[in-house]
Each structure stands twice: as structure tokens, then as C-alpha cells.
């Protein structure tokens, strides 16, 4: 089945700082998302982003559909975006989603 | 409107006691989802439906069983509740046709049997 990869598992930062989290699959891409679970564990959407590039603020993503891995960054980070962050495919045709195991980010004041 | 609601957030049981979650949405999805996250890993799918009366099991549907018998709400049973069914159950809720990016989560309920 597909398998999604995610790195690095764990990531501590100050606040301020850049980071970039890395998602690989097996397959070919499908409806790729990726989510941010808070430390509250509520789900919350990011990017749906099967390929190219997207923006939100201080996060964007980038998949490379023919590579098949995907990009998140997070600039300027703040202690609010602590959590896990979830890379996400979709089983097309089956309704059913495959999560990575996510990397859990801490950013320290 | 609630979005997905989920009953009861938290929850202890004893091996062997059953038990019922209540998932609840308000946007007239046909489809629903029950998932159970467990510490350090990501969601798993237990059981879904695609539309009132039916259901469909997952990837982890042993130990459970669940029923649709209203639009609005999804159930997911517990008949003989173990240990390893510690978890995190999360229901989610999307409409046909569209992507994952609007599936609805609900706010989780964290279960431990003992």
C-alpha cells in the first residue's frame, strides 16, 4: 500500500527560527494535504497541495509530484505553531486517508 | 453550526465493559469517518460510510463495530472494550466529490481501558 515518510520525527527551535519539514510517498501523489494537530489535538487544515507551490502567511508548501515528495516551511516560527504536522494522502477511490507519522515541532520562547 | 461533534471528549472503561461514541455532524455529509490516533502515530481508519445504512471497515476495524442509521450521526461501538483500544478516536465528515482538504475533524475523544 502507499506509504508516506515523514522527517525529521522531531524538531525543537527557537522562536524566529525557519524550519523545513520533509514528506516522502511511494505512490503517486493524490490529493496530498498536510495538517497541523495542536498540542490541544485538534486537526487543523494547512495545504491541500497535490503539486506546485502555495502560500498562507508564514507557511507555504511545495510537492514535487515526479519526485513524489512534498515540502512544508514555516518562517519566523512562533510558539503557536508548536504540534504535529501531518503529511496526508488520499487512497483514490476509497475514501480512506494514509497518514505519515508526523513531526512533532517545538518552538521554545 | 457545530460542524463534527463528538460524545463523550473523555472516557475510562474496564476490560470487557462496552461502550458507545456518538459522532454528530451538521452539514449533511454523506460521508463519515471513524479513525484512532495512538501516541506518536498518525490516524488510522477503523470504520467509514459512504451514505445512511451503510458502512465499510477501514484498515484497524477488528474490535469495533458501527452503524448509520441516521444521516447526521455515526456510531462507533465498543462490545468488549481491551487495553490496546486505548487510544484517541477522532470522526471526521466530508460530501461526496470533494477533497480531503474539506474533511471535517471533530475534537477527538480520548479513551483508556484498564
Known amino acids: 500500500g502507499i506509504q508516506v515518510e515523514q522527517s525529521p520525527p522531531d ?9 523545513t519539514l520533509r514528506c516522502n510517498f511511494s505512490d503517486s501523489v493524490n490529493n496530498l494535504q498536510w495538517f497541523h494537530q495542536n498540542p490541544w489535538g485538534q486537526l ?6 497535490p503539486s506546485g507551490t502555495k502560500q498562507n502567511g508564514r507557511l507555504s ?12 516551511y514555516i518562517s519566523s516560527s512562533q510558539t503557536t505553531d508548536s504540534g504535529v504536522y501531518f503529511c496526508v494522502q488520499e487512497i483514490q477511490g476509497a475514501q480512506k486517508l494514509v497518514f505519515g507519522q508526523g513531526t512533532r515541532l517545538t518552538i521554545n520562547p | 453550526n457545530a460542524g463534527v461533534t463528538q460524545t463523550p471528549k473523555f472516557r475510562v472503561l474496564k476490560t470487557g465493559q462496552s461502550m458507545t461514541l456518538l459522532c454528530a455532524q451538521d452539514m449533511n455529509h454523506e460521508y463519515m469517518y471513524w479513525y484512532r490516533q ?4 498518525g490516524l488510522r481508519l ?8 451503510t458502512t465499510a471497515k477501514g ?6 463495530n458501527v452503524s448509520r442509521l441516521k444521516k447526521q450521526n455515526f456510531l462507533l461501538g465498543l462490545e468488549s472494550a481491551a487495553p490496546s483500544q486505548t487510544s484517541v478516536y477522532f470522526c471526521a465528515s466530508r460530501e461526496t ?5 474539506e474533511q471535517y475533524f471533530g475534537p477527538g475523544t480520548r479513551l483508556t481501558v484498564t
Open chain 1, 61 to 72: 508548501a511545495t510537492t514535487v509530484a515526479t519526485e513524489r515528495y512534498s515540502l512544508l
Open chain 1, 11 to 19: 524538531l525543537i527551535l527557537q522562536e524566529g527560527a525557519n524550519s
Open chain 2, 46 to 53: 477503523i470504520h467509514y460510510s459512504v451514505g445512511e445504512g
Open chain 1, 44 to 49: 487543523i487544515n494547512l495545504f491541500y497541495i
Open chain 2, 59 to 64: 484498515e484497524v476495524p477488528d474490535g469495533y
Open chain 2, 97 to 101: 466529490g470533494t477533497t480531503i482538504y
Open chain 2, 38 to 41: 495512538d501516541p506518536g502515530m
